[in-house]
């Protein structure tokens, strides 16, 4: 079935660094690609998304571009701040109109020291 | 603020009990998702429903169940539970079909189940 494998964390970098955290799938058909992220005590918050490939998801200076050729969707972001702490989720989407459930990978945790 | 809620926000509760975790969705959405956290299987979507019919299910137990009422609210419901069962409990709730090609669900706060 669909799966989702991203890097095992936990990651600590400090502030103004530059994050990756690393997020590959597999999939039967073209899925739609998420990454949310988890803040300490609360759910999870949508960050960014794309829906076909070569499409690039960005918000609040994260990116992340659907690469088909290597199944890929990798998050980044050039320089991290201390209130970037938290848990990173990549998801998929099965396109079954908008009504797919989300497939996530394990999660890595960020830490940022100032 | 997601505009989805949950109640309760902690439970605890012995082995061999049932518990019933509530989840309103955000007004006007009509599908309902409900996820599973732990820390050895991570997040797990568990069922889904879409105006009150279940639509989809994944790693659900037998001992749970979930029902989506006219008024879009749902109930998941974990009976014999056991230690294993301890998690954090996510509802999500999504639009009608827009005929959308993404999914963009949004997420309560979660219920944290501690089994004892």
């Known amino acids: 079935g669909d799966s989702v494998t991203q890097m095992e964390g936990p990651v600590t970098l400090s502030e103004e660094a530059f994050l990756t955290i690393n997020c590959t799938y597999t999939?039967?058909?073209?899925?739609?690609l998420f990454w949310y992220v988890q803040y300490p005590g609360e759910g999870l918050q949508l960050l960014l998304k794309?829906?076909?490939?070569?499409d690039k998801g960005s918000n609040k200076g994260f990116e992340a571009t659907y690469r088909k050729e290597t199944t890929s969707f990798h998050l980044e972001k050039g320089s991290v701040q201390v209130s970037d702490s938290a848990v990173y989720f990549c998801?998929?989407?099965?396109?079954?109109?908008?009504?797919?459930?989300?497939?996530f990978g394990k999660g890595t945790k960020l830490s940022v020291k100032p | 603020d997601s505009g989805v809620t949950q109640t309760p926000k902690h439970l605890i509760t012995a082995t061999g009990q049932r518990v019933t975790l509530r989840c309103s969705p955000r007004?006007?959405?009509?599908?309902v998702y409900w996820y599973q956290q732990s820390l050895d299987q991570g997040l797990q979507f568990l069922i889904q429903?879409?105006?009150?019919?279940?639509?989809a299910k994944g790693n659900i137990l037998e001992r749970f169940s979930a029902q989506q009422f006219p008024d879009l609210h749902s109930e998941l419901n974990l009976s014999s539970l056991e230690l294993g069962d301890s998690a954090l409990y996510f509802c999500?709730?999504?639009?009608?079909?827009?005929?959308?090609?993404?999914?963009?669900?949004?997420f309560g706060p979660g219920t944290r189940l501690t089994v004892l």
């Open positions: 999939a039967t058909g073209y899925p739609s």
């Open positions: 007004s006007g959405d009509l599908s």
């Open positions: 999500a709730s999504s639009a009608r079909d827009r005929g959308l090609d993404y999914n963009e669900q949004f």
């Open positions: 998801a998929l989407s099965d396109r079954r109109g908008s009504q797919g459930n989300l497939i």
């Open positions: 794309a829906t076909k490939a070569d």
């Open positions: 429903y879409y105006n009150g019919e279940e639509r």
